[in-house]
């Protein structure tokens, strides 16, 4: 079992835009030891509105008997730098001011939050990642690591992501950010400000994390006479409420635009020329029926990370496949890590 950790970064965080944090907190988590050769590392990088618990919410292809077990590895997840969930936020305390930061706090980009996961690892004395791994928002994270310090990392494994924010994912964002400042309170410099607009935000997301067939098979009527109170409204109520009484609106729209800002060209004589620069064994899975990040995108992440292999995982759930297929995804990533220890052995052989 783990419990949540804190490093305190006491020095100034300075953040792409050029504006600057002070006193920032990185909350984390890890599981396993380290071993002696220091080469045992899984890095998972975290979505949206997840958290650093990763052998809760990724459960299947994380935990005590699952791929990526603590017997065998040091897993570590850090919770993104926006995130409520212990690193500073939007509800952190301005230490200028004294007073939560609400809408003054920076707007911040995905390689802040990798600029912050650098600096954990940095702190932990990691120098190594056998795998990176990410789904979605985590796998933003981990291919813009994977740019940035080509060589920490060994493997890298990306799911139901890009190398450049799409305007379709674009505006979707957008369309979640007018339900929450339509919502007054999200001006009102409280906690639970715009928490209305945050529960239709999360409704219109869902849209995007799922798919008609998935609703077809979970929310369909089993009777023919309603005119009202259907499954899939109450669902969609639900989900909204949900997620409110576990998040903040004000970390959920500045993380949005953070995922916005995510294209790997930028700075770097473009996209193909930026995915050029990984090093890393690479996996990249794609999910044919995902609306937010459509196959497309995938397909071009193998095409221009060199030597990349590609896997397309069949669901009937859309973008949110990548938490729920575990058992598909323990068997196609064991398979390529063996194939990766193949390879290296080989390698090896070459030029001895």
């Known amino acids: 079992m783990s419990i949540i950790s804190t490093y305190n970064y ?24 380290l071993n002696a050769k220091k080469d045992n590392v899984i890095w998972a990088c975290h979505a949206l509105t997840a958290n650093s618990d990763v052998l809760d919410w990724w459960n299947g292809l994380f935990g005590n008997n699952a791929l990526f077990n603590p017997d065998e590895h040091f897993i570590i ?13 939007p509800l952190s305390e301005n230490p200028v001011t004294g007073l939560p930061y609400y809408l003054s706090f920076p707007e911040f980009t995905i390689r802040d939050l990798v600029a912050a996961h650098k600096l954990l690892a940095k702190h932990l004395a990691i120098q190594q990642i056998k795998v990176l791994i990410g789904g979605s928002l985590g796998g933003q994270q981990a291919l813009e690591w994977a740019i940035t310090d080509p060589n920490i990392v060994e493997n890298l494994i990306l799911i139901a992501t890009n190398a450049v924010h799409s305007p379709w994912g674009i505006a979707f964002n957008e369309s979640q950010r007018l339900a929450i400042t339509a919502d007054r309170s999200f001006y009102a410099q409280k906690p639970d400000g715009g928490l209305k607009g945050l529960k239709v935000a999360r409704s219109i997301a869902l849209l995007s994390y799922r798919t008609y067939d998935a609703y077809a098979a979970t929310q369909l009527e089993s009777v023919n006479d309603k005119t009202g109170g259907f499954r ?21 729209w500045y993380l949005s635009k953070a995922m916005d800002s995510h294209n790997v060209g930028r700075g770097r004589q473009g996209v193909t020329e930026a995915l050029g620069l990984v090093k890393a064994n690479t996996l990249v899975i794609g999910i044919d029926n995902d609306v937010l990040f459509p196959l497309s995108e995938q397909e071009f992440l193998t095409k221009h990370i060199p030597g990349a292999e590609f896997y397309n995982l069949k669901t009937a759930y859309g973008h949110d496949g990548f938490l729920i297929e575990t058992d598909t995804l323990t068997n196609v990533i064991g398979n390529f890590l063996k194939e990766s220890v193949y390879k290296k052995i080989i390698k090896l052989h070459k030029t001895a």
Not at 10 to 33: D, H, N, P
Not at 77 to 83: E, H, K
Not at 232 to 252: I, P
């Open 232 to 252: 899939a409204a109450s669902y969609q109520n639900y989900q909204g409420e949900k997620l409110c009484k576990r998040f903040n609106a004000y970390s959920y």
């Open 10 to 33: 006491t020095k100034t965080f300075k953040l792409e835009s050029g504006k600057k944090l002070r006193k920032v907190e990185i909350a984390y988590q890890t599981y396993g030891k």
């Open 77 to 89: 997840c850090a919770n993104v730098l926006g995130s409520h969930y212990g690193s500073t936020n």
